[in-house]
């Protein structure tokens, strides 16, 4: 944590802008339940995604006094304001130097916000990675230490955030079998086979309203968990067959244990006290839709499941044809207003413009 503090105060800019974008992900293997400060219970791994993402962009000038607006979709923005001023606090001890500038933050999402797709991973490492940029040219980070500090950073705002820095899949929680992971940061994670490349999540939006339990709340409620010690040991040991599947490329094996995976985090908000049911009638629906289509027709598709109602469905670009047009005939009508996303592993965020005076 020690090698994340930022002493360094010269040779930062005077004034600049930095715009990033940056993914949501997928976990395959959930994070859930963690320790403060933003420390997992368990290691996870995620799909990041291509089409969902947040785009932000930051103007800074030197101020002697420290000051933030955010416009969010062009629009100044006093509520997630806060969140992101709580967040620069929590900061500040490894990034000082935000604080010796006025920040404009101008910030937008590819989906919609009322989608049920939660904003925070793409958000907070969209953020992460342009404040880090202003780090990165004064202190000559080099492309690594830049990637992992902007991790680092992302985590403490959001933790399935660090895993977004890095496509195709990124690797979150110290774990024996995957090199250099740890709790702080996520890592990469590209020793996969091909097909996993190619791997499309339709999105099925099966309710956009704000959820009734935050996730926050879900990650508490682990701690008192008659099952949450089992449950940190099946993750672990998820992940480990996770590894071999992915890189034999074994589907039917991906398809059991990422099913699996999502069912067991819903079986944990079920079995927690308070016990709390973020499905809805319609997820149970297309969920057995699903299995139907997959048994009848032997098409290699999975479901998976954040802390919500949505649906991502999980399946090789071979069979995209066959899938999407299953979706429009059986699945839509499941859907709030019929809607649903197309999405794809990506290969992580983009720099899209950068200039400091
Ligand atoms: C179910 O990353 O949203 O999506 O660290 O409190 O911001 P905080 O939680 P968050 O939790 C994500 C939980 C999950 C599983 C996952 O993405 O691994």
């Known amino acids: 944590m020690q090698d ?3 002493t360094k105060t010269e040779n ?3 004034s600049g802008s930095v715009c990033w974008t940056s993914p949501s992900n997928i976990a395959l293997i959930k994070y859930w339940g963690k320790k403060p400060v933003q420390i997992p219970a368990n290691s996870s791994l995620s799909f990041t995604l291509n089409e969902c993402y947040t785009k932000t962009k930051i103007d800074f000038k030197k101020s002697a006094e420290f000051k933030i607006k955010l416009f969010v979709d ?7 304001l806060e969140k992101i001023e709580t967040f ?34 793409s958000g907070m490492s969209a953020l992460a990675l342009c404040l880090i940029s202003i780090e990165r040219i004064a202190c000559k980070l080099s492309e690594n230490e830049f990637l992992k500090k902007a991790s680092f950073i992302s985590r403490l705002g959001s933790g399935s955030a660090c895993r977004s820095i890095y496509g195709p899949i990124g690797v979150w929680g110290k774990h024996p079998s995957f090199f250099e992971s740890n709790d702080e940061f996520a890592v990469a994670y590209n020793s996969i086979h091909p097909i996993f490349t190619t791997f499309q999540d339709t999105i099925l939006l099966v309710d956009k309203g704000k959820k009734q339990v935050s996730s926050t709340l879900g990650h508490q409620l ?9 449950r940190y040991d099946q993750a672990k040991e998820n992940l480990e067959k996770l590894k071999k599947i992915l890189t034999n490329g074994d589907i039917t094996s991906f398809i059991q244990l990422v099913e699996s995976e999502a069912l067991t985090l ?3 908000m079920m079995t927690s006290s308070p016990y709390f049911i973020l499905m809805k009638p319609n997820t149970l629906s297309i969920i057995h839709e699903i299995w139907e289509f997959r048994k009848s027709k032997k098409v290699p598709l999975c479901v998976t ?8 469905l999980l ?39 950068e200039h400091y005076a």
């Not at 699945?331 to 207003?337: A, G, K, P, R, T």
């Open 305 to 312: 499941l954040d802390a919500g109602a949505n649906i991502h």
């Open 74 to 80: 062009g629009a100044e923005n006093v509520e997630f």
């Open 222 to 230: 682990m701690n008192n968990h008659p099952f949450s010690e089992l």
């Open 266 to 268: 819903h079986a944990m």
């Open 315 to 353: 399946y090789p670009e071979q069979v995209k044809s066959q899938v999407l047009e299953f979706v429009e005939d059986n699945l839509v009508v499941f859907c709030e207003n019929q809607q649903y996303i197309c999405d794809s592993v990506g290969n992580g965020p983009n720099l899209l413009m």
């Open 4 to 6: 994340f503090i930022c």
């Open 12 to 14: 930062f800019p005077d």
């Open 88 to 121: 620069l606090t929590r900061i500040k001890q490894f990034c000082p130097y935000i604080f010796t500038y006025k920040l404009s933050i101008h910030t937008e999402n590819t989906f919609p916000h009322s989608s049920g797709i939660a904003s925070s991973a």
